[in-house]
């Protein structure tokens, strides 16, 4: 891959057609238009902290393993221990990230079936949707990373030119707008908490998880050209464009609003169509659901592509169950097609709970952004804590590299508590938010693992040479490390090693 190419798959993955818009209901039950507006500057540039401070990581360690990998050669001691965490906690992560944008795609695909051909806005419908997107996307995954780069490049495209195409759509067709004071100031709580700070502060998650996943282009370094530079212009990159363009695209649609409560309340199931609808009619609708509809498809595309890398390189450590069966590369495309699978079959797993849960899609973004934001902050803990010791690459943030990184671990504490609060009172079976379940229950497996078994063979990740990544062209991941055996089994061989 390019360094373009690089940043196009995280770009990709943050997808502002696909957070903000999958979320934006969400985001008018908890604040509404003033929480939507001024959530999302305040949130992205602490996010860009969290970024820089990746960013110089990767420039340092370049490779697949990513965030993994990083607290391993950071920790002063405990290493495999800290390795072992914040590989789980990404993993957990970027397949829960994975089923959001997938499942969001499926929800506005219904949508654009519902006012193409009647098709019933049904959790069932939904579910049948999103099972068979995540098969294409598999599907496409196990061609080679050559096709997935050129249809990264396009997705870049085809957000930026959607995003212009959708707010100039909504600002000169209308014949009236919403007002500057409702779209900067109207603060609205639909979640019967009754609590104007509670409701706000739950209120940041559309906006932090939009902004998650740029991890995939530390991910993607082993197969980037000039990996130690282009792996943190990536993840930098991929946020700041973000930044811009989503606050442009979500004043777009909120100055198009016209009937607050018939958009929540809409046949479709997706307040955004709605919204499209009563500013332009059904017949352009349609046309932005599609601009809409195709960004999300590129966004869970990528995101399959950054998930089965992760777990490629963690299973190529043994860290995963059957790790002999995920770390496989096919001889033909290059590609860990195995790993592919299991990153699609547990989003599929991950998003079940929709068909009975109400706040079910909520839970799943919450997830994401708690397993993938600890696992980012793990190794900027441990970087802070090695200071001047630190073996910085070509691109690195100098003096600043201490604030930002405190900012960045402050940060993430905070959001972690706040999205596994309850979303919705009074709370029931059909409103709990599950999101401490799954954590808990990954967290728990993960450690009962480790003490059990892993401590006595998990030695961290073995990286066969970065060199390469870091100074030139990586076309494709190396067979050999793709069969690397998995941990041993016999204690004679155990010894030996």
Known sequence: MTGFSNFAVSFSIVSILSGCLTLYGTGMNTGGPAMIIWAWPVVGLLTLCVGLAMAEICSSYPTAGGLYYWSAKLARSGGPAWSWFTGWFNFLGQVAVTAGVDYGAAFFTNAFLTLQFGVEASP????????????????LNTRGVRLVAVLNN???????????????????????????????????DNTGFHNQFYVAMIGLLMAQYTLTGYDASAHMT???????????RGIVNAITVSLVAGWVLLLGITFAIRDYDGALASDTGVPPAQIFIDAIGADGAKVLLLIVIGAQFFCGMASVTANSRMIYAF????????????????????????????????ALLLGLPALWNTTAYTAVTSISVIGLYISYVLPV?????????FP?????????????????????????????LPTASPITAESFNYTPVAVAVVVGFAGVWWLASARNWFTGPVVHDTSAAAAGP???????????????????????R
């Open 474 to 496: 990586a076309d494709a991941l190396d067979p050999a490390v793709g069969t690397r055996p998995v941990p041993p089994s016999d204690p004679a061989e155990l010894e030996t």
């Open 315 to 346: 299973s190529r450590d043994g860290a995963l169950p059957g790790s002999a069966l995920w770390h496989r590369i096919d001889p033909r495309t290059q590609t860990p097609t195995n790993a592919v699978w299991l990153a699609t079959g547990g």
């Open 124 to 139: 069932a419908h939904t579910m049948e949707i999103f099972a068979v997107i995540l098969v294409i996307h598999g599907l």
């Open 392 to 420: 910085r690459g070509p691109w690195h943030l100098g003096r600043w590299s201490r604030p930002i990184g405190i900012v960045a671990v402050v940060w993430t504490a905070v959001i972690t508590v706040l999205f596994m």
């Open 381 to 389: 803990y441990l970087r802070l804590r090695q200071g001047e010791d």
């Open 154 to 188: 396009v997705s870049v495209w085809w957000h930026l030119v959607g995003v212009a195409a959708i707010v100039g759509a909504l600002v000169l067709l209308p014949d009236q707008h919403a007002s500057a004071s409702f779209v900067f100031t109207q603060f609205v």
């Open 222 to 232: 082993e197969e980037t050209h000039d990996a130690a530079r282009s792996g943190p």
